[in-house]
């Protein structure tokens, strides 16, 4: 059975860092895509950043040159370096992965992802 944990969220201050962590167990071979979304209460679940199996990656306008995704496949953990954390970035944030890529898939959209995990919360204070 596919499985993915996520670790790592907290609360931290404004300007500060974080790292997530995503641990996929029950899939042997490599996953097409990984991502990492972020809800927020009220708000619609968002992608922050995705990786694919050849190492390319996307983020959303607002996390670039702040946000690092990389993804350990020996392991098959997936991680998120978050830094210069703002307060509008506290979420519950979500780890997804899929195995293949199906037409019409973008990297940071919900469509398309068939595992997800069940959350890490991250608090940034001001």
């Known amino acids: 059975q596919v499985q993915l944990v996520e670790s790592g969220g907290g609360s931290v201050q404004a300007g500060g860092s974080l790292r997530l962590s995503c641990v996929a167990s029950?899939?042997?071979?490599?996953?097409?895509?990984m991502a990492w979304f972020r809800q927020a209460p009220g708000k619609e679940r968002e992608g922050v950043a995705a990786?694919?199996?050849?190492?390319?990656?996307s983020y959303a306008d607002s996390v670039k040159g702040r946000f690092i995704i990389s993804r350990d496949n020996a392991n098959n953990i997936l991680y998120l370096q978050m830094n210069s954390l703002k307060p509008e970035e506290t979420a519950m944030y979500y780890c997804?992965?899929?195995?293949?890529?199906?037409?019409?898939?973008?990297?940071?959209?919900?469509?398309?992802?068939?595992?997800w995990g069940q959350g890490s919360q991250v608090t940034v204070s001001s």
């Open positions: 990786i694919d199996s050849a190492g390319s990656t």
């Open positions: 029950g899939f042997t071979s490599s996953w097409a895509c």
């Open positions: 997804a992965a899929t195995r293949n890529i199906p037409p019409f898939f973008r990297p940071l959209m919900r469509y398309g992802y068939s595992y």
